[in-house]
Nanobody, 127 residues
Framework: QVQLVESGGGLVQAGGSLRLSCLASGRTFGSRAMGWFRQAPGKEREFVAAITWSGVMTYYADSVKGRFTISRVNANNTVYLQMNSLKPEDTAVYYC????????????????????WGQGTQVTVSS
């Protein structure tokens, strides 16, 4: 089992930055790809970024490419999402998720491939 706890959300002005953290419990964190998703009010949950278990490969939604960076420190069981040049449309609840499959060679974008989810952290960007 993997339990995930996000932190780092908050209120920021447009153009500002935030760094989200996701702390995982359990011994399999280092063998799972990790992803960040977000859900704005009235909208479906959408993919934001993902990283392979090794950290070598990263993937981003087009809407955040060049502004957000996903990273991980396996020794600390933590995955991060650095968010720069934030826009009001980035306002959402952000969720950390762990791949349901161990040691996958790549990371996936589909939420259905993630078997473990955090409770979410609110990010609000004011204009």
């Amino acid at each position: 089992q993997v339990q995930l706890v996000e932190s780092g959300g908050g209120l920021v002005q447009a153009g500002g930055s935030l760094r989200l953290s996701c702390l995982a419990s359990g011994r399999t964190f280092g063998s799972r790809a990790m992803g960040w998703f977000r859900q704005a009010p009235g909208k479906e949950r959408e993919f934001v970024a993902a990283i392979t278990w090794s950290g070598v490969m990263t993937y981003y939604a087009d809407s955040v490419k060049g502004r957000f960076t996903i990273s991980r420190v396996n020794a600390n069981n933590t995955v991060y999402l650095q968010m720069n040049s934030l826009k009001p449309e980035d306002t959402a609840v952000y969720y950390c998720a762990a791949d349901r499959t161990l040691s996958r060679a790549f990371a996936v974008r589909a939420a259905t491939e993630y078997g473990y989810w955090g409770q979410g952290t609110q990010v609000t960007v004011s204009s």
